[in-house]
């Protein structure tokens, strides 16, 4: 089981969009659609903005967004605010009943 | 509401075992899986796997089978994490997670404060 790839980091200015990839296998992402994202800020508990694939929990910024194309699941934040400064975190379900996580990306908004 | 309260930091020393607990209360402890997720020094979280409360059915990744238990009491709404032989890659900030929802459902809604496990002579 490895862990799925994430860019190190990512930076964007206040108001910009940018897209956060998660590439894993056809075992996880490309397989079922159970990706979910957690927004990490040090110190907290992550927090979960996005899951199965797409869809935002009750009370998550429609800012957030999630989509996957094939072995690669993405999340889009709109209209970055100094808030979103945080580490992002992608998970899937995968065949093997385990479920696997993304190395983590740094978001810095610049 | 839901909570999770996890037990207190220990430091170990090297090829010794640790237990970390985590108590739930606000929600029918047999209802929903727990998960457990650790995080080292300036790393990534890592999932270490899962149990079914309701069943005591567990699954660990392959790197941790070995070492790793995890059991509940029902009785005190409390999951526990057993590790074994520590080394000082052991640690960590453990939290255990809760999949608060049913069927397929694979999302951590609730996260307990975590738990600091030092290894080191």
């Known amino acids: 089981q490895s862990a799925l790839t994430q860019p190190a980091s990512v930076s964007g200015s206040p108001g910009q969009s940018i897209t956060i990839s998660c590439t894993g296998t056809?075992?996880?992402?490309?397989?079922?659609?159970?990706v979910c994202w957690y927004q990490h800020h040090p110190g907290k508990a992550p927090k979960l903005i996005i899951y199965?694939?797409?869809k935002r929990p009750s009370g998550v910024s429609d800012r957030f967004s999630g989509s996957k194309s094939d072995n690669t699941a993405s999340l889009t934040i709109s209209g970055l605010q100094i808030e979103d400064e945080a580490d992002y975190y992608c998970?899937?379900?995968?065949?093997?009943?385990?479920?696997?996580f993304g190395g983590g990306t740094k978001l810095t908004v610049l | 509401q839901v909570q999770l309260v996890q037990s207190g930091a220990e430091v170990k020393k090297p090829g010794a075992s640790v237990k970390v607990s985590c108590k739930a209360s606000?929600?029918?402890?047999?209802?929903?899986?727990m998960h457990w997720v650790r995080q080292a020094p300036g790393q990534g979280l890592e999932w270490m796997g899962w149990?079914?409360?309701?069943?005591?059915?567990?699954k660990y990744i392959q790197k941790f089978q070995d070492r790793v238990t995890m059991t509940r009491d029902t009785s005190i709404s409390t999951a526990y994490l057993d590790l074994t032989r520590l080394g000082s890659d052991d640690t960590a900030l453990y939290y255990c997670?809760?999949?608060?929802?049913?069927?397929?459902?694979?999302?951590?809604?609730?996260w307990g404060q975590g738990t600091l496990v030092t290894v080191s002579s």
């Open positions: 149990i079914n409360p309701n069943s005591g059915d567990t």
């Open positions: 606000g929600f029918t402890f047999t209802d929903y899986y």
């Open positions: 998970t899937s379900f995968a065949t093997d009943t385990t479920l696997v």
């Open positions: 056809s075992s996880d992402i490309g397989r079922y659609n159970y």
């Open positions: 199965d694939v797409g």
């Open positions: 997670a809760l999949n608060y929802c049913s069927g397929n459902c694979y999302q951590i809604h609730h």
